[in-house]
């Protein structure tokens, strides 16, 4: 099952939630796996003393120049929509971080000068004693697309029992992968403080994507309510929370914890 | 002109909340550019002005000309032609704009089309000038046109004769950010001290290296993690560094605190 954690604005405390989430599954002996989409893992799940070792390396398909065949007709650059292909005196360049691999330039080329190759862009790293957690570490010149987050899921059902949880925390302010990501997983906890944001996401939502569950801070719970959202979970926040989290405890206060709880209920979770 | 870049290493570490502060503080000596395409602006209803953007290419049909032959099906690399009912549909949102179904339709029934990317506002802030952009298409290789919107408030601050450009940029260290660093006279990392934040204060460290830039680090919510704190200070002696304490509302003692901080740096 996979479970993503999606706040409407950074900084709101999804990741907090999650890993709290991620602490309560992992005491009820339940199979869970944590995937950070960056190279960032909340301080709860922060181990300093572990280390990170690769499990996969992510390939991304980049056309190749070769200089031998080449007819130097500057085809392949006039085809090129997203300036990645650029012809300097004697030499094409392909940037590989505006190539959006459409081939359309190795289809332009008449003398098969082009080719596709495999190109390292990002690795998927474990820590080696606790291995339930994962992190996507890519090159910081590549931005984390919704190619990388399919692919990245991919990788992880691929490798791990796929009746397991995957909790998949997507980093603030990439409002893309959110379509994506409503496709791809099973439950989305989404954390909210905006109305008219959610209004607009749950008109938007249709049946055969994720189940939704709405979070929302306490204090907004009562113009969720008004609105006919009485179902959201209203979560605290104080100061307290905040250092707990940050400090990488596990956050004692009552109510959150039993927010957690009912997580568990409205996932049809075995707690037994 | 002088320029100040705020930086974050991760989302919701107070950036917005400090732009809005500068706000407040510097008035209407500066312009500010919010590059993040997370519209928080709403609150100044005044619009000076609103400019279209394009971004990108996608392709589309033209129902006379298709014969529902299928090339451009096989050949699209994003599966985003389908042939529904005999005639070849476009899915707008794998779209890349390749234009590699064109180049193979016997029919010449495709066609690219420039596609809106969203708008560049201007707003007025009581006197002050922000610019910020919003976007409705999101291309596929998360290409931002973080670009866009700082050029263009460079063409607002040379009509208003202004010295100073503010600047947000995206949180993390990558090419969102490299896009804008390199324009910037001061850099203004806002951070939180959780135990991960050395390495993007490194990374940030080895550019100052390289590029001989100012920086004026901001540690946000220091009395969350004290030993943190402590460490950042420790470790990183040559930076300006201003501490802000944890709060709920943004109108207290840490604006003051950044008030006196900042308006001698600024000039």
């Known amino acids: ?272 | 002109m002088k320029e100040v870049l705020l930086i974050s290493d991760k989302g919701g570490t107070g950036k917005t909340t400090l732009m809005k502060m500068m706000v407040e503080i510097v008035g209407r000596s500066a312009v500010y550019a919010d590059c993040t395409f997370t519209s928080t602006w709403h609150t100044f209803p005044d619009i000076i002005q609103e400019d279209l953007y394009y971004l990108g290419q996608e392709a589309i049909v033209d129902d006379f000309l298709c014969i529902g032959c299928g090339d451009c099906e096989d050949a699209c690399n994003f599966k985003a032609i389908h042939i529904i009912h005999g005639q070849a549909q476009v899915v707008r949102q794998s779209c890349t704009g390749c234009g590699h179904c064109i180049q193979v339709c016997p029919a010449n029934a495709l066609t690219l089309k420039q596609v809106i990317g969203g708008k560049i506002i201007q707003k007025n802030a009581n006197g002050a000038i922000i610019v910020y952009g919003t976007l409705q298409y999101y291309p596929r290789n998360g290409i931002r046109p973080v670009r866009i919107v700082r050029d263009k408030a460079v063409d607002v601050i040379l009509s208003y004769q202004k010295k100073l450009l503010i600047c947000e940029a995206y949180p993390g260290w990558s090419r969102l950010t490299f896009s804008l660093i390199p324009f910037a006279n001061i850099l203004m990392p806002i951070v939180e001290p959780h135990p991960q934040v050395f390495e993007f204060l490194d990374n940030l460290k080895n550019y100052q290296h390289s590029y001989k830039s100012n920086i004026v680090l901001i540690v946000n919510k220091y009395d969350l993690n004290a030993s943190v704190t402590n460490q950042i200070i420790a470790q990183y002696p040559q930076w300006n560094i201003l501490t802000l304490p944890y709060s709920n509302t943004y109108m207290d003692e840490s604006y003051d605190k950044l008030k006196s901080f900042i308006i001698p740096l600024l000039g």
Not at chain 1, 2 to 15: C, D, E, F, K, M
Not at chain 1, 43 to 69: A, C, F, N, S
Not at chain 1, 241 to 255: D, F
Request: one cysteine or more; a negative charge.
């Open chain 1, 1 to 272: 099952m996979i479970i993503a954690g999606i706040g409407s604005n950074g900084g709101i405390g999804q990741t907090t939630l999650l890993a709290n989430f991620f602490v309560a599954l992992h005491a009820k002996k339940k199979n869970v796996y944590w995937v950070s989409l960056s190279n960032l893992v909340p301080p709860l799940l922060l181990h300093p003393e572990d280390k990170w070792t690769e499990v996969e390396t992510i390939y991304r398909e980049i056309p190749v120049w070769d200089k031998q065949t080449c007819a130097f007709c500057d085809s392949c650059q006039k085809v090129c929509n997203s300036g990645a292909l650029s012809r300097y005196a004697d030499f094409y360049v392909v940037y590989t971080e505006l190539c959006n691999s459409c081939a359309a330039c190795i289809y332009a080329c008449n003398k098969h000068a082009l080719k596709f190759d495999h190109k390292k862009i990002g690795i998927m790293e474990q820590y080696s004693v606790h291995q339930n957690i994962l992190r996507v570490n890519l090159h910081n010149r590549e931005i984390f697309g919704p190619w990388h987050l399919k692919k990245a899921v991919e990788l992880v059902l691929k490798k791990f029992p796929v009746d397991s949880f995957f909790l998949l925390d997507i980093p603030s302010g990439f409002r893309e992968l959110w379509a994506d990501m409503f496709n791809l997983s099973d439950v989305v906890l989404f954390f909210t403080n905006d109305i008219s944001m959610w209004e607009m996401l749950y008109k938007s939502v249709t049946h055969d994507q994720a189940t939704f569950l709405l979070v929302v801070k306490s204090d907004v719970y009562d113009i969720f309510s008004e609105r006919g959202f009485s179902f959201a979970l209203p979560l605290p926040y104080s100061k307290k929370i905040s250092e707990e989290s940050i400090q990488g405890n596990i956050v004692t206060n009552k109510q959150y914890q039993n927010v957690i709880q009912e997580l568990f209920l409205s996932m049809n979770i075995d707690v037994e």
